[in-house]
Protein backbone atom coordinates (compact mmCIF):
# COMPACT_ATOMS: atom_id res chain seq x y z
CA UNK A 1 0.00 0.00 0.00
CA UNK A 2 2.75 2.30 1.12
CA UNK A 3 4.75 1.54 -2.72
CA UNK A 4 1.32 3.12 -4.28
CA UNK A 5 0.99 6.06 -2.32
CA UNK A 6 5.22 6.72 -3.13
CA UNK A 7 4.39 5.69 -6.75
CA UNK A 8 1.10 8.07 -6.92
CA UNK A 9 3.22 11.34 -5.36
CA UNK A 10 6.46 11.07 -8.10
CA UNK A 11 3.39 10.24 -10.96
CA UNK A 12 1.87 13.55 -9.71
CA UNK A 13 5.09 15.62 -9.09
CA UNK A 14 6.56 14.52 -12.63
CA UNK A 15 3.44 15.88 -14.28
CA UNK A 16 4.82 19.90 -14.13
CA UNK A 17 8.03 18.89 -15.57
CA UNK A 18 6.26 17.05 -18.69
CA UNK A 19 3.61 20.11 -19.10
CA UNK A 20 6.11 23.00 -19.65
CA UNK A 21 5.41 25.62 -22.27
CA UNK A 22 8.45 26.01 -24.80
CA UNK A 23 8.95 29.67 -25.21
CA UNK A 24 10.24 31.48 -28.54
CA UNK A 25 14.69 31.60 -28.02
CA UNK A 26 15.57 35.44 -27.93
CA UNK A 27 18.82 36.95 -28.20
CA UNK A 28 20.45 38.91 -25.54
CA UNK A 29 18.95 42.28 -27.31
CA UNK A 30 15.31 40.61 -26.50
CA UNK A 31 14.70 39.95 -29.93
CA UNK A 32 13.59 36.84 -31.76
CA UNK A 33 16.42 34.45 -32.68
CA UNK A 34 15.23 33.92 -35.71
CA UNK A 35 17.62 31.61 -36.73
CA UNK A 36 17.12 29.03 -34.08
CA UNK A 37 13.09 29.37 -34.48
CA UNK A 38 13.39 28.25 -38.34
CA UNK A 39 16.09 25.37 -37.65
CA UNK A 40 14.09 22.73 -38.08
CA UNK A 41 10.64 24.33 -38.99
CA UNK A 42 8.50 22.14 -41.01
CA UNK A 43 4.91 23.08 -42.95
CA UNK A 44 3.06 20.29 -44.81
CA UNK A 45 -0.44 20.58 -46.43
CA UNK A 46 -1.81 16.97 -47.06
CA UNK A 47 -2.15 16.61 -51.30
CA UNK A 48 -5.79 15.50 -51.56
CA UNK A 49 -6.55 12.64 -54.62
CA UNK A 50 -9.11 14.75 -56.01
CA UNK A 51 -7.00 17.69 -56.65
CA UNK A 52 -9.26 19.92 -54.03
CA UNK A 53 -6.47 21.79 -52.11
CA UNK A 54 -7.01 20.69 -48.21
CA UNK A 55 -6.93 23.38 -45.93
CA UNK A 56 -5.30 21.09 -42.63
CA UNK A 57 -1.32 21.38 -41.96
CA UNK A 58 0.92 20.34 -39.94
CA UNK A 59 3.83 20.91 -39.01
CA UNK A 60 7.08 21.18 -36.45
CA UNK A 61 8.49 23.99 -34.72
CA UNK A 62 11.08 24.40 -32.02
CA UNK A 63 10.98 20.48 -31.97
CA UNK A 64 7.55 20.65 -31.10
CA UNK A 65 4.67 19.04 -33.40
CA UNK A 66 1.67 21.55 -33.97
CA UNK A 67 -1.07 21.56 -36.12
CA UNK A 68 -3.95 23.65 -37.91
CA UNK A 69 -6.50 24.81 -40.15
CA UNK A 70 -7.56 27.14 -42.51
CA UNK A 71 -11.61 28.19 -41.29
CA UNK A 72 -13.26 28.86 -44.34
CA UNK A 73 -12.48 28.05 -48.28
CA UNK A 74 -12.46 31.79 -49.59
CA UNK A 75 -8.55 32.12 -49.65
CA UNK A 76 -8.79 35.80 -51.39
CA UNK A 77 -9.36 37.77 -48.68
CA UNK A 78 -10.22 37.45 -45.02
CA UNK A 79 -10.20 34.52 -43.24
CA UNK A 80 -9.50 32.63 -40.11
CA UNK A 81 -6.90 30.37 -39.18
CA UNK A 82 -6.54 28.01 -36.17
CA UNK A 83 -3.40 26.70 -34.42
CA UNK A 84 -3.20 23.74 -32.50
CA UNK A 85 0.14 23.47 -30.67
CA UNK A 86 -0.44 23.33 -26.51
CA UNK A 87 2.79 22.58 -25.63
CA UNK A 88 3.97 26.08 -27.77
CA UNK A 89 3.65 29.42 -25.68
CA UNK A 90 1.07 31.98 -27.14
CA UNK A 91 4.20 33.64 -29.03
CA UNK A 92 5.12 30.45 -30.56
CA UNK A 93 1.32 29.95 -31.96
CA UNK A 94 1.34 33.56 -33.01
CA UNK A 95 4.89 32.57 -35.45
CA UNK A 96 3.26 29.60 -36.64
CA UNK A 97 0.23 32.06 -37.76
CA UNK A 98 2.62 33.80 -39.64
CA UNK A 99 3.97 31.60 -41.16
CA UNK A 100 1.49 29.59 -42.17
CA UNK A 101 -0.50 32.13 -43.51
CA UNK A 102 2.66 33.09 -45.82
CA UNK A 103 2.56 29.42 -47.22
CA UNK A 104 -0.96 29.80 -47.51
CA UNK A 105 -1.26 32.59 -49.43
CA UNK A 106 1.80 31.31 -51.52
CA UNK A 107 0.87 28.52 -52.84
CA UNK A 108 -2.62 29.82 -54.09
CA UNK A 109 -0.49 32.60 -55.92
CA UNK A 110 -1.33 35.50 -53.29
CA UNK A 111 0.21 37.87 -50.81
CA UNK A 112 0.23 37.30 -47.48
CA UNK A 113 -1.53 39.92 -45.21
CA UNK A 114 -1.29 41.04 -41.32
CA UNK A 115 -2.16 38.48 -39.15
CA UNK A 116 -4.09 40.13 -37.03
CA UNK A 117 -3.50 38.69 -33.50
CA UNK A 118 -3.97 41.32 -30.73
CA UNK A 119 -7.30 42.19 -32.35
CA UNK A 120 -8.81 38.96 -32.56
CA UNK A 121 -7.05 35.65 -30.87
CA UNK A 122 -9.42 33.77 -29.11
CA UNK A 123 -8.22 30.53 -27.22
CA UNK A 124 -10.39 27.97 -27.67
CA UNK A 125 -9.51 24.69 -25.73
CA UNK A 126 -5.89 23.84 -26.90
CA UNK A 127 -5.86 25.93 -29.79
CA UNK A 128 -5.41 29.40 -30.62
CA UNK A 129 -7.99 31.16 -33.89
CA UNK A 130 -7.09 34.70 -35.11
CA UNK A 131 -7.83 36.65 -38.43
CA UNK A 132 -5.44 36.77 -41.07
CA UNK A 133 -5.68 37.35 -44.82
CA UNK A 134 -4.43 36.80 -48.44
CA UNK A 135 -4.41 39.59 -51.32
CA UNK A 136 -3.64 39.55 -54.99
CA UNK A 137 -0.04 39.40 -55.80
CA UNK A 138 -0.42 42.65 -57.97
CA UNK A 139 -1.37 44.99 -55.36
Not at 93 to 111: E, K, P
Request: aromatic residues 6%.
Amino acid sequence: MRLKSILFVCLVSAQPAQAETVRVPKLPDGSVNVEQVMSGFEIVFPILSSGAQDFDFSGKLLGEDFGGSVLGSDITGDLSIAIDAPTLSEHANFLIAVLATDAICARNGLRPGTVLWRETKKRKGNSWEASTSCSPSNE
